[in-house]
């Protein structure tokens, strides 16, 4: 994307246990690819959450440690991870917010997690412990560039339409997962086991949540990847700058 200008495109990073703030830089290198400027969004007083937001012209909520199951009415699973609640909560409010303005939103991994708890969803808090059906690899250990296994995208999907594949082979980094569908998303792709690999919403000008990792891809060059990164991208101009 050249000679445009630019959108400012919040990204959440990973909160320690320290208040460390950690971001794999691939995702700001993705956004950048695609023409856009990230911003990585630390945690702000929940006052200033809607400034904050109106600043922005995107946001891209990314993965990070369990969520905690309280959002969701749930007790804790023996084999639950590190939970930041703080973090949780922000985050939550975040997307709240954002949807509220009708602004640009993806979720990656845990962030697509997030968007489902956010509207009213439920997670698997362990997949090994709690899905019932067959369940295949989805915490890899080979390279994050590896391609684990496969998904299908439903055909009347946006995300279909964004990448052009029915079929997709994915990495994956993941022992939670989307249980119940919020009634505000709708599933877009699955993995060959049943496990929800893709959300979206069309009550939102762009909604989006992937679990997977697609910035790795697009880094790599590979065409549905950057896809989804330069429709983001394209939707963030288009309120800002449509009457420009």
Not at 42 to 61: A, K, N
Request: aromatic share 8%.
């Amino acid at each position: 994307m050249t000679n445009r200008k630019k959108p400012v495109i919040g990204i959440t990073a990973r909160v320690e246990k320290d208040q460390t703030y950690t971001l794999d830089p691939v995702y700001g290198q993705a956004i950048l690819k695609s023409g856009g400027l990230p911003l990585i969004v630390p945690i702000v007083d929940e006052e200033d959450i809607p400034l904050l937001c109106e600043r922005l012209d995107g946001l891209i909520v990314t993965g990070g440690g369990d969520i905690n199951p309280v959002l969701y009415g749930e007790e804790p699973h023996p084999s639950l991870g590190a939970v930041y609640p703080g973090s949780d909560l922000y985050e939550k409010e975040l997307i709240l917010e954002f949807l509220k303005l009708d602004k640009p939103f993806m979720g990656m991994c845990r962030g697509m997690q997030m968007l489902n708890v956010a509207l009213g969803g439920t997670n698997y808090q362990d997949l090994d412990a709690e899905y019932e059906g067959k369940l295949y690899q989805h915490l890899q250990l080979a390279m994050r560039t590896h391609r684990t296994h496969s998904i299908e995208l439903e055909e009347d999907s946006r995300l279909y339409q964004i990448m052009g594949d029915k079929k997709f082979h994915v990495n994956s980094f993941h022992h939670q997962a989307v249980r119940d569908v919020s009634d505000k998303l709708k599933v877009s792709a699955r993995a060959a086991d049943g496990m929800v690999e893709a959300l979206e919403s069309t009550d939102y000008q762009f909604v989006l949540g992937i679990q997977w990792h697609p910035e790795e891809f697009a880094l790599q060059g590979d065409q549905a990847s950057i896809n989804i990164f330069d429709r983001f991208v394209e939707e963030c101009l288009v309120d800002k700058y449509q009457n420009q």
